[in-house]
């Protein structure tokens, strides 16, 4: 189930249980999860994309190995707002998605995610090397503790 806003996704999860956010790059997906309680995400993971079978069979063994109860997608708005083919791409991944698992699924806007995480490693002085390796798991964690405190606004646990 692909859900319209925040409202809806924080109003069908159970009420403990991680999120997992991804940042869904051409050649990666960066895995990040919270905390059971949601308030906290840290970066897992990353995931070299293949093709959608096998990418999405990665993602969905590490979800349920990890006891996730909801998907949240970074969505790559173009800085004015608009939609562009990589967002059609992420919405094609997220309904392709919806028919292998239960899971319910939100977009959240990821506009510069990747220059805050980028500008966090170089703060965190993380060579140029560390940084390409992690700079997509990093950016997955601010995408999804960006939707984190957006729901503990909400009304945070149910």
Known sequence: MICADIQEFHAVLPPVGGIAGLDLGEKTIGVAISDLRRSIATPVTIIRRVKFTEDAASLL???????????LLGLPLNMDGSEG???QSTRAFARNLTRLTELPIFFWDERLSTVAATRALLEADASRKRRKEVIDQVAASYILQGALDRMAHLGGLK
């Open 61 to 71: 063994t590490l979800l349920t190995a990890r006891g996730v109860v909801g998907i």
């Open 85 to 87: 083919p990589r967002v």
